[in-house]
Each structure stands twice: as structure tokens, then as C-alpha cells.
């Protein structure tokens, strides 16, 4: 065998070599992408509950984030919020000025940035709905109600708990989760 036959042979072998490499690489690109359009399409499917969906983790996420926006706010003296202020904190400021009889719409744009954060935990398909109450003799007393539009649907998921630094009462914060109307012509 020449020394040009012992090159071309060389140089075949090499060719193949990284025919099967580049082959190998894409076999395995395209089941780690099969894999991924298969989690993007389980992530729509909306018969189910899927992580955006259970209620108990929205409430939680949603009541140990900060607010992200500075706020100047009346709750019976000037208050000012940093953004780095917590949600739960920001409720409880508010329940207990709402308790001492500052107006509710006092809080109206601290409402607004707090139910844009509801939505942007929530599911695209499901409409968020925050009521904060307190218990009394007499039974519940609805304090707040961050909202588009009160629920007006009966299959509603909820969960609840318990606002403990709220004045002298704890307060019961409740996140109901209502499928959201679809657009006509549309159907899942």
C-alpha cells in the first residue's frame, strides 16, 4: 500500500468518524427536543391541574413575594412601601388601617399592582380572586376583596390561611381560582 493510498484511507475513516459523530449528536438533539415540546404541550393541557393550577402554592408564592413597585399610600398617616416590601406585609398594613376606618380605596393602586401579581402566579386559564376576612362573634366579615370581577362560577378551587400580624385578630386570607370565561368560537 502507497503512503497516498494509507492517506486516503485515513482520511475515509476520519470522514466517516465524524459522520457517525455528527449523526449520534443529532439523534440525541432531537429526543431532548421531543422531550421538551412534550412538556410545553402538558403545561396547556387544562383538564388537569398543573402546577400553575393548585391553589395552596399560589397563595403561599403569592404572600412571600415582594410587591417589585415603591408605593406611597394614606393608611391613616403617609406610608410609604419600598418595593422590596413583602405581600403579606402590605395585606396586613392594610386590614388593620381598613380595621382603624381608612377608606379601602386608599389602597386602590397597591390593590391593582397586588392583583396584577395574583395573575402573573395564576394560570392564563383561570381568574384569581383574593378575599381577606376576619372572624367575629356574629361569623366572617369580608375586609377586602382584590378582584376583577366577583366569582360567578360555582367550580371554583380555593385555599386559605391565616394572616396572624393583622392587629389584635388574625385575618383569613382566601385565593379562589375561577376557570376563566373563553372567548367565543374557542373551546379547549
Known amino acids: 500500500m502507497s503512503l497516498l493510498e494509507q492517506s486516503d484511507a485515513r482520511a475515509q475513516i476520519a470522514l466517516m468518524d465524524a459522520l457517525i459523530f455528527f449523526a449520534i449528536a443529532m439523534l440525541i438533539c432531537s429526543i431532548q427536543l421531543g422531550a421538551f415540546a412534550r412538556g410545553l404541550m402538558a403545561d396547556e ?56 376606618g381608612v377608606d379601602s380605596e386608599s389602597f386602590d393602586a397597591l390593590n391593582m399592582v397586588l392583583l396584577g401579581l395574583l395573575n402573573n402566579l395564576s394560570h392564563p386559564l383561570m381568574t384569581p380572586h383574593l378575599i381577606i376576612s376576619r372572624h367575629l362573634d356574629d361569623g366572617p366579615i369580608v375586609l377586602l376583596r382584590i378582584e376583577q370581577s366577583p366569582p360567578g362560577r360555582s367550580d371554583l378551587v380555593a385555599s386559605t390561611c391565616k394572616l396572624p400580624d393583622c392587629g389584635h385578630d388574625a385575618a383569613t386570607v382566601s385565593l379562589l381560582l375561577e376557570p376563566a370565561p373563553l372567548p367565543e368560537g374557542h373551546s379547549i
Open 45 to 100: 393541557d387544562t383538564s388537569q391541574f398543573c402546577g400553575r393550577c393548585d391553589p395552596d402554592d399560589i397563595l403561599t408564592a403569592f404572600l412571600r413575594s415582594s410587591i417589585g413597585v415603591e408605593a406611597s399610600l394614606w393608611a391613616g398617616y403617609d406610608l410609604y412601601v419600598p418595593a422590596r416590601t413583602v405581600v403579606s406585609e402590605c395585606i396586613a398594613v392594610e386590614v388593620t388601617a381598613i380595621g382603624n
